[in-house]
């Protein structure tokens, strides 16, 4: 498996290529919560993903990551759309930069899972610490909206196992809601699949690819929301 925190530090653009063949999240996140005109912070923010698809409606938008190379990519993505709502800052997601209060929706796609899965030692206090956190920043009334990974090469649900508790703590200890949906990948061309998928999933996607011939790579992800 390739070595995700070297790509999010040195390999940012070819992540962002890699995850704009997956499709537009914003309808997703609408029918949870519509955010027009809302301060939002996306936690995990990466190379915009969340982002940039949110600020063009958001009152403002602060995207949080631990990698300054994935927000530069993001914050070029909101300069280039004449954008002026927004905020980058580099932090960990257990200490928060922002007041109390301060937010009326909080996003965080495919990030809490690097500090809480099992593999991952204190990674319940981990949880506890971002679950306290992102409390503290929501208004009443905000929402909370979690995306992650349930899977890659798969056309069903069927998450890693040292994400499984993980998952399973959103719902039972911190009272999500949960559902999972298709976010599958719709490359330009097999040898395009065959490099980005080497690039972040390694051998075994790359096997599919090849062998089934295949442009379109199917994914599952989990969203979990938590309305305060």
């Known amino acids: 498996m390739p070595n995700h925190t070297n790509i999010y530090n040195h390999e940012a653009?070819?992540?962002h290529l890699l995850i704009s063949k997956q499709p537009n999240l914003a309808p997703i996140i609408e029918e949870i919560k519509a955010f027009n005109g809302l301060d939002i912070v996306d936690v995990g923010a990466g190379t915009g993903r969340l982002t940039t698809v949110l600020?063009?409606?958001?009152?403002s938008i602060i995207a949080l990551d631990a990698s300054d190379a994935m927000l530069q990519v993001t914050a070029a993505k909101l300069e280039k759309a004449g954008l002026a709502n927004w905020t980058t800052k580099v932090a960990d997601h257990r200490k928060l930069p922002l007041e109390d209060q301060s937010a009326d929706l909080i996003v965080a796609g495919w990030t809490i899972c690097y500090l809480a899965s099992t593999n991952v030692q204190?990674?319940?206090q981990n949880l506890q610490e971002v679950m306290a956190e992102m409390k503290r920043v929501l208004r009443p009334n905000g929402t909370i909206i979690i995306f992650e990974t349930m899977g890659t090469g798969t056309e069903t649900p069927d998450p890693p196992a040292f994400l499984k508790e993980?998952?399973?703590?959103l719902v039972?200890?911190?009272?999500?809601s949960h559902k999972w949906i298709r976010t599958d990948y719709?490359?330009?061309?097999?040898?395009?699949?065959?490099e980005l998928t080497r690039f972040f999933f390694g051998e075994e996607i790359?096997?599919?690819?090849?062998?089934q011939n295949r442009i379109c790579v199917p994914e599952c992800a989990g969203?979990?929301?938590?309305?305060?």
């Open 122 to 124: 204190n990674w319940r």
């Open 13 to 15: 653009e070819q992540y």
């Open 186 to 194: 719709e490359f330009d061309s097999v040898h395009q699949a065959e």
């Open 223 to 228: 969203i979990w929301w938590l309305h305060r």
């Open 206 to 211: 790359v096997n599919q690819v090849l062998e």
């Open 172 to 176: 039972r200890q911190y009272g999500f």
């Open 166 to 169: 993980y998952y399973s703590s």
């Open 55 to 59: 600020a063009p409606h958001a009152k």
